[in-house]
């Protein structure tokens, strides 16, 4: 059996300064900001939690501003076949994770787990 998780948040901004969102963001959750290298650097900015639990990511997008959640699983076909006989739909593939809707209207992405200690925690739950 495959194993999922919240992987954290993702704040979308539709902004063309993306390191002016990112820094009221960080601010506002005192959270400080790390460069994400290369292209992904000019459209994410991380927001680094001092504990290490949470994940969130500022996110310059061309769509309204929201905030939308990530699931990290180590299966993402498995996942989001799970999640679709929940009701969920597919909305778009793209790279290497899912957009997802659920039934009441909220997007979210299944993601390939990320973190080094993800079978660890997902063997906690």
Known sequence: MHKSKLAGFI????????????HFWSEALGMPMEALPGAEGKKY?????????????VQSVS?????????????????????????????????SWCVMQAPTGQRFC???????????RANNW
């Open 63 to 95: 769509h309204d501003s929201r905030v939308h959640l990530d699931i990290e699983t180590d299966n993402i076909d498995a996942e989001v076949s799970r999640l679709q006989a929940l009701g969920a739909v597919v909305v778009d593939h793209i790279d």
């Open 110 to 120: 299944v993601v390939r787990k990320d973190s080094e200690d993800f079978a660890r």
């Open 11 to 22: 704040i979308d901004c539709r902004t063309d300064d993306l390191h002016g969102a990112a």
């Open 45 to 57: 900015v991380r927001l680094r939690d001092k504990t290490g639990q949470l994940h969130i990511e």
